[in-house]
Nanobody, 114 residues
Framework: QVQLVESGGGSAQPGGSLRLSCASS????????MGWYRQAPGKEREWVAR???????NYADSAKGRFTISKDNAKNTIYLEMNNLRPEDTAVYYC????????WGQGTQVTVSS
């Protein structure tokens, strides 16, 4: 079983930055893929970015050029660096991991407003 704990959410102004973290209870090198999703009020959860255990990354169009997913194997943690934030980035951000099964964290709120 994999436990995921997100942190780093909060409030930011448009154009600002936030860095989210997702700590795993399992060695992330053992996890095939980890990713970030988000869910805005009244909307379905949508994929943001993913990173494989080999370090390959992919991004949704909405994240390309602004967000960067990375990982620290020694800390068993992945990150989502979010720059040039927009009000439409406001959502609860979830980390997930595919390790035989699919696991989710509890989510962290990101609010972008002036």
């Amino acid at each position: 079983q994999v436990q995921l704990v997100e942190s780093g959410g909060g409030s930011a102004q448009p154009g600002g930055s936030l860095r989210l973290s997702c700590a795993s209870s399992t060695r992330i090198l053992s996890i095939d893929v980890m990713g970030w999703y988000r869910q805005a009020p009244g909307k379905e959860r949508e994929w943001v970015a993913r990173i494989t255990n080999s370090g390959s990354t992919n991004y949704a169009d909405s994240a390309k050029g602004r967000f960067t997913i990375s990982k620290d194997n020694a800390k068993n943690t992945i990150y989502l660096e979010m720059n040039n934030l927009r009000p439409e980035d406001t959502a609860v951000y979830y980390c997930n991991a595919i390790y035989i099964y699919l696991y989710w964290g509890q989510g962290t709120q990101v609010t972008v407003s002036s």
